[in-house]
Nanobody, 124 residues
Framework: LQLVESGGGLVQPGGSLRLSCAGS????????VAWFRQGPGKDREPVLC????????TYADSVKGRFSISRDGATNTVYLQMNNLKPEDAASYYC??????????????????WGRGNQVTVSS
């Protein structure tokens, strides 16, 4: 499985972005998929995770009510919708996938497959 993120960029505070995580080489429906982010000088943190059935788990309290995760089986893509973006959301965002997991996990070390990351900048 290969993962490629896209959709990042520069957005003003209060704006929205939708990140995409496109899978190739295998069906993402078979995998638990999570989004992580890493800001400057910070540790990588889990943001949201999608089970195989599409149920989501939010790990970062600061994004509750603003971010959501979804899947599109037809395009083999997982999305991260980010609304009402704040400067503290600025980070490199990574999607990660694992087929061994039965439930979502917040621990980055568990995920076997990673994208290269996509930069999100929130600034006026």
């Amino acid at each position: 499985l290969q993962l490629v993120e896209s959709g990042g960029g520069l957005v003003q505070p209060g704006g929205s972005l939708r990140l995409s995580c496109a899978g190739s080489g295998n069906h993402l429906d078979l995998f638990i998929v999570a989004w992580f982010r890493q800001g400057p000088g910070k540790d990588r943190e889990p943001v949201l995770c999608s089970s195989r059935s599409g149920d989501s788990t939010t790990y970062a309290d600061s994004v509750k009510g603003r971010f959501s995760i979804s899947r599109d089986g037809a395009t083999n893509t997982v999305y991260l919708q980010m609304n009402n973006l704040k400067p503290e959301d600025a980070a490199s965002y990574y999607c990660a996938a694992d087929w061994k997991l039965t439930l979502c996990s917040r621990y980055a070390d568990i995920y076997d497959h990673w994208g290269r990351g996509n930069q999100v900048t929130v600034s006026s």
